[in-house]
């Protein structure tokens, strides 16, 4: 089974943590290929000659591209347990609805707090915290974002907490002073072992930012 599952990625990626978390859930044995960002490989090249990004999952050969469209993949091939988008249609619209404002909001933010300073940053913090209590109240009182149980949105928005250290000593900030309810979420998830062992270590990658950062500011 390895051998036809190959998993290009980037170790502190929270995209591609996303993939690692769902080949976890659905327990498939897979082949990991770490990748350099700097000095892309010919196979990265080879299977995503558009975007030329990881993560990129290979099935039989096959590429497929894009962290919440390869996790939606896995759910689909790999059926037979853990499911992680909702069986019912609207629900299911729903999560792909959160998901998505994850990927185009809470991305875009963050980087404004771990990647600039000034004005920049102070409005780059006023979103995040906006859009984290956004996500508080369509979390409410559950659990999960899907319910009971952990799933498509969990996933896609739990990755992004490795490198929660690394906004909060780089922003000066505190988001469990703000947003309680998405850290004590995040430890919720945090006891599932498909997210505890692939989630890194958040001062390894606040170390790892801390160097991306001095590039950004010298450029």
């Known amino acids: 089974m390895a051998k036809e599952v190959v998993l290009l990625d980037f170790w502190p990626s929270m995209f591609g943590m996303r993939v690692r978390i769902a080949l976890a859930e659905k327990g498939v044995k897979y082949e990991y290929k770490e990748e350099d ?40 091939v790999w059926n037979d347990k853990s499911p992680l988008l909702p069986s019912d249609p609207y629900q299911r619209a729903q999560a792909r609805f959160w998901a998505d404002f994850v990927d185009k909001k809470v991305y875009g933010a963050s980087r404004k707090v771990g990647s600039t300073t000034g004005e920049e940053q102070e409005a780059g913090k006023k979103e995040f915290f906006e859009i984290l209590k956004t996500l508080e109240v369509e979390l409410g009182d559950k659990p999960y974002f899907g319910g009971e149980t952990f799933g498509y949105v969990d996933l896609s928005f739990i990755t992004f907490y490795s490198w929660f250290h690394a906004y909060e000593v780089l922003g000066n900030i505190n988001i469990e002073a703000e947003c309680p309810k998405i850290i004590a979420w995040a430890k919720r998830c945090l006891q599932k072992e498909s997210v505890a062992k692939t989630l890194p270590d958040q001062k390894k990658v606040y170390e790892f930012a801390a160097q991306m950062r001095k590039r950004f500011v010298s450029e």
């Open 37 to 76: 960002l700097k000095n892309k490989s010919p196979l990265l090249l080879e299977m995503n000659p558009i975007n030329k990004q990881i993560p990129v999952l290979i099935h039989n050969g096959k590429p497929v591209c894009e962290s919440l469209i390869i996790v939606q993949y896995i759910d689909e």
